[in-house]
């Protein structure tokens, strides 16, 4: 709940503010100022090339590593990675969630564990992951996976146990079966959870990939810009680093969208 | 525990019903019986163990070991909150466990009686305070329940939706007649609604009044002036007949 109030007070600010009345781009004015002296500074020669690609050079690489070049190939790759760790650490720490949110054995079990390999830097886990997997795909899939599970696991786990107990109350009366409660009562109202869960699990996702990806690759995002440093092409890796930009912002709208439509019963969203 | 005499239909029995909290015994051996179709109401002050009975009534809590608590089924509660699922519509709050094809139907029919009927589809958190709690007593009526309790469910409400909801129940309950136990502190809508008043103080059942009093009730009538004194009293609260404040 609290969460999609802040997201409304934040995306109402502006209006409400009387000084950006006249001006709705005002919050963008700096950022293109830093581009505008970006641009200069480059075209003066204050940033050299190797140091910082001018900002209309980027574009333009980036015009072309779309039109000619493997940058959609290495988009596709960099995904499928994502993707496929994403759903698999969802999957795991999601079905690990639920065995310790719906049992005390379970929590016994699972919680113990999770609360201490969540303490780990999972990114240090790199070194025994060659180890164990080699340098293909599977150590960048796996480190995705693992980075993508905790996330969904703590927020799954306490959007269950968080269930209103009323609510339960409320079910068991009227004479559903555990089993409709399940899902009726206690999943629905843990999905919230879940989500939130996802949305970070996201974030972590695509942070993993960058460092899974430097593990020797061949294609995707992080070999065009590891190849691209070879060669002191500033160009090509700002353009990588906005494509990872840009993947992160599209799927968490992905998931944003994703909730409108899971919580149209809050009012707080209906009126969006 | 000795024979007892068979139980009518729809009556519910209480025998020596103890809850602990700790140290205080909330309900203190108490026994208890409703006459099938009857309307009771039981007062009481805050922390007088009302809830916990109701509770017990309910199943919600489990029978003490000794005791004896025998409930027709199917039992329906309206709660002190609605207590809808907010992620399914009204209708489906309505017919949560209810079997059958004709469940979305039925869930119509007892939306219509209470007045929702506009409201079939609506997403619980958009109704007003009162119409949530008549979805919960839609909720309680399509199980056609042979007993139901009532734990304060309007006390959330302002003073004129509570007294439109009180006219509903009274009506409710003299078209389905189920056993009826009202959980209340308030004198005057125990006086309104029920036949039989129970006051609750220190787990025991401290007085236990049939009020005598003709439908539809009458605030000014003299009879309810006396009883609404006399239970004031038995609450433990100071009345001054001269000026109708409470001290």
């Known amino acids: 709940m609290e969460r999609f109030s802040l997201d409304l007070a934040v995306s109402s600010r502006p209006a409400s503010l009387s000084l950006s009345a006249g001006l709705p781009g005002r919050r963008y004015l700096s950022v293109v100022a830093i581009v505008a002296c970006w641009q200069i500074g480059s075209a003066l020669g204050l940033i050299p090339m190797r140091t910082l690609a ?129 899902a009726h009562v206690v999943l629905p109202g843990a999905m919230p959870g879940l989500l939130t869960g996802m949305r970070f699990a996201l974030g972590i996702a695509w942070l993993s990939l960058v460092v899974g990806e430097q593990i020797n690759a061949s294609s995707g995002i992080g070999f065009m810009i590891n190849d691209a440093r070879d060669f002191l092409r500033t160009d090509i890796i700002v353009v990588g680093l906005l494509v990872y930009a840009l993947l992160g912002l599209g799927s968490d709208a992905l998931i944003r969208g994703f909730e409108r439509r899971a919580f149209a019963w809050r009012p707080s969203l209906m009126g969006r | 525990m000795g024979a007892q005499p068979p139980l009518a239909a729809g009556a519910v029995r209480l025998r020596n019903v103890t809850r602990r909290f700790g140290e205080r015994r909330v309900l203190d051996g108490l026994s208890l019986d409703l006459a099938p179709g009857s309307f009771t109401a039981l007062l009481g002050r805050s922390g007088s163990g009302k809830t916990t009975l109701l509770r017990t009534l309910a199943h919600l809590d489990p029978a003490p070991p000794d005791a004896v608590v025998v409930t027709p089924a199917p039992t329906a509660v309206v709660f002190q909150e609605p207590r809808l699922l907010p992620w399914k519509r009204v209708w489906q709050n309505v017919a949560l466990g209810l079997g059958g094809d004709d469940a979305r139907d039925r869930a119509g029919a007892a939306l219509q009686e209470v007045g929702l009927g506009q409201h079939l589809n609506a997403w619980p958190l958009t109704l007003s305070g009162g119409e949530a709690q008549r979805a919960a007593l839609a909720r309680a009526l399509v199980r056609e329940p042979k007993l139901l309790l009532l734990d304060e469910p309007f006390a959330a409400l302002d003073a004129l939706t509570r007294l439109r909801m009180q006219a509903m129940v009274a009506e409710l309950w003299r078209t389905h007649a189920p056993t009826t136990l009202i959980v209340t502190h308030d004198v005057d809508e125990a006086l309104l609604l029920a036949d039989r008043v129970l006051v609750l103080a220190d787990g025991r059942i401290t007085a236990d009044i049939v009020t005598g009093l003709a439908r539809p009730r009458r605030h000014a009538d003299p009879h309810f002036i006396v009883l609404r004194q006399r239970l004031l009293a038995e609450l433990g609260v100071d009345f001054e007949p001269a000026t109708g404040v409470i001290a």
């Open chain 1, 54 to 182: 001018a900002p209309s050079i980027i574009l333009s690489t980036a015009w072309d590593l779309l039109m000619h070049g493997d940058l959609v190939g290495n988009l596709l790759v960099s995904l499928a990675r994502a993707a496929t760790g994403f759903a698999m650490g969802a999957a795991i720490g999601g079905g690990l969630a639920l065995v310790a949110g719906l049992s005390r054995i379970g929590e016994d079990v699972v919680d113990a564990p999770m609360q201490m390999l969540r303490t780990l830097p999972f990114l240090a886990l790199v070194p025994l992951l060659i180890l164990w997997f080699g340098i293909g795909e599977t150590p960048k899939i796996v480190l995705v996976a693992f980075g993508a599970a905790f996330p969904v696991y703590l927020n799954l786990f306490a959007g269950i146990r968080g269930v209103d107990t009323k609510l339960l109350e409320a079910g068991r009366v009227f004479g559903l079966s555990r089993r409709a409660l399940l």
